[in-house]
């Protein structure tokens, strides 16, 4: 059963701006601190950013100030606002749900993921 969705990659040059998205029922993003990360060939995937049930934010330091994690509970969506991207912002990116009712470290549900390519 898909419980993540994300849509919005693609291609775009650097310095250009993308927003990702990821649909997910109610139930993960009610009880689950949501994120995105993203893996780069020949990399671990890494955390880019989450948010809490209560709306805290965090972001890796590579993307602090470029990068805008929001979720919007009535669409049941989770976005990723990507500005200025670098060439070293390409990668796939997973969208993740977990830890859930705060238990645990790791997410428990992930999306197909989506690529996001940035170029010269």
């Known amino acids: 059963q898909v419980q993540l969705v994300e849509s919005g990659g693609g291609s775009v040059q650097a310095g250009g701006s993308l927003k990702l998205s990821c649909t997910a029922s109610?139930?993960?993003?009610?009880?689950?601190?949501m994120g995105w990360y993203r893996q780069a060939p020949g990399k671990e995937r890494e955390l880019v950013s989450s948010?809490?049930?209560?709306?805290?934010?965090r972001y890796a330091d590579s993307v602090k100030g470029r990068f805008t994690i929001s979720q919007d509970n009535a669409k049941n969506t989770l976005y990723l606002q990507m500005n200025s991207l670098k060439i070293e912002d390409t990668a796939v990116y997973y969208c993740?749900?977990?830890?859930?009712?705060?238990?645990?470290?790791?997410?428990?549900?992930w999306g197909q993921g989506t690529q996001v390519t940035v170029s010269s």
């Open positions: 948010i809490s049930s209560s709306g805290t934010t």
């Open positions: 109610r139930y993960i993003l009610s009880t689950c601190e």
């Open positions: 993740a749900g977990g830890p859930c009712y705060g238990i645990g470290t790791k997410p428990l549900y």
